[in-house]
Nanobody, 122 residues
Framework: QLQASGGGLVQAGGSLRLSCAAS????????MGWFRQAPGKEREFVAA????????SYADSVKGRITISRDNAKNTVYLQMNSLKPEDTAVYYC?????????????????WGQGTLVTVSS
């Protein structure tokens, strides 16, 4: 099970840190990803990290502003979001993929958490 948290309302230029806590999963073999869905749009890839290697991948739209990281001891993956823009407003979802290669496609992910809403005001 994946439990996402940390969403909220923030002004443009501000920061938020999302968390995704996992239970019942062996993180060593997983890739964890974050996706988001803005109102009226399809869900899109944001970032991913392989739990064992630490290899990361980011969508071009968030590079330089968003950082994905993990805490092995807490079985938690984080999404640090800085310099937020109104277009970052979306429901953010964390997901787990059983594979060892970092992937960006939604269909590859096996487990999904509930979303957490991020609203960035202008």
């Amino acid at each position: 099970q994946l439990q996402a948290s940390g969403g909220g309302l923030v002004q443009a230029g501000g920061s938020l840190r999302l968390s995704c806590a996992a239970s019942g999963l062996t993180f060593v073999t997983y890739t964890m990803g974050w996706f988001r869905q803005a109102p009226g749009k399809e869900r899109e890839f944001v970032a991913a990290i392989n739990w064992s290697s630490g290899v990361t991948s980011y969508a071009d739209s968030v590079k330089g502003r968003i950082t994905i990281s993990r805490d092995n001891a807490k079985n938690t993956v984080y999404l640090q979001m800085n310099s937020l823009k109104p277009e970052d407003t979306a429901v953010y979802y964390c997901a787990a993929d059983l594979g060892t290669v970092v992937v960006t496609t939604q269909m590859s992910y096996d487990y999904w958490g509930q979303g957490t809403l991020v609203t960035v005001s202008s």
